[in-house]
């Protein structure tokens, strides 16, 4: 048990063992409502058909909400920076989950991405505005404008603010600052 705790990201050995002791301490119904959990996200969570994000029906409760359907689409490049930027309780709108941003070294390209899902849902929902929130390095540099050529024929495409520090990830950025980010976007040029 704590081998298999420590194979989780952030969790070294003597967390491991803290975690392994209190689940022996726990009833073994516990335990068991626990271990169903895990198997249960597991088994059921696939993709948003719409947005791709993590959802366990066929649409996730964000594309269900129909107070979100306001025009604007949030790109970002994981489920991790979805749920960065729904933290700052910033952003009224819905979202794009593309995969992971353009990385020719790593033999990611456009196609590898759910790019072509994006033109066409900015298109079949009248978008108003597209706003690209991808982490500030090269690549996600190289995707934000490849995105803004792609889409400026059909939206605005607006890119969040650098009050992130270069090179940093997104799903770290404390919340003032990506709220901060987030609130002073820009439009691409
Ligand atoms: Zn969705």
């Known amino acids: ?3 298999q705790f420590e194979r989780l990201p952030g ?3 003597r ?3 803290r975690l392994a002791l209190h689940l022996l301490r726990q009833p073994e119904e516990q335990v068991r409502v626990f271990a169903d959990a895990l198997l249960a996200a597991r088994s059921q969570v696939g993709q948003c058909r719409s947005c791709f994000h993590l959802s366990a029906e066929a649409e996730c409760e964000i594309c269900r909400d129909q107070e979100r359907g306001n025009g604007q689409i949030c790109v970002v490049a994981d489920s991790r920076d979805l749920l960065a930027m729904e933290r700052t309780r910033e952003y009224k ?3 794009h989950v593309l995969g992971g941003v353009i990385s020719p070294m790593d033999g990611i390209g ?3 991405l759910q ?3 994006l033109v066409e849902r900015v298109d079949r929902e009248n978008a108003s505005e597209v706003i690209l929130a991808l982490t500030p390095s090269v690549e996600g540099d190289t995707t934000s404008l490849y995105l803004a050529r792609l889409l400026k024929p059909f939206t605005t495409v607006t890119r969040i603010a650098y009050g992130l520090p270069v090179g940093s990830e997104l799903e770290y950025a404390d919340q003032v600052t990506l709220a901060r980010a987030f609130e002073g976007r820009r439009r691409m040029e």
């Open 11 to 13: 969790i070294g050995p």
């Open 1 to 3: 048990m704590i081998d």
């Open 110 to 112: 456009p196609e590898s």
């Open 115 to 117: 790019i072509q899902p």
């Open 93 to 95: 709108g819905r979202y």
């Open 15 to 17: 967390t491991a063992q």
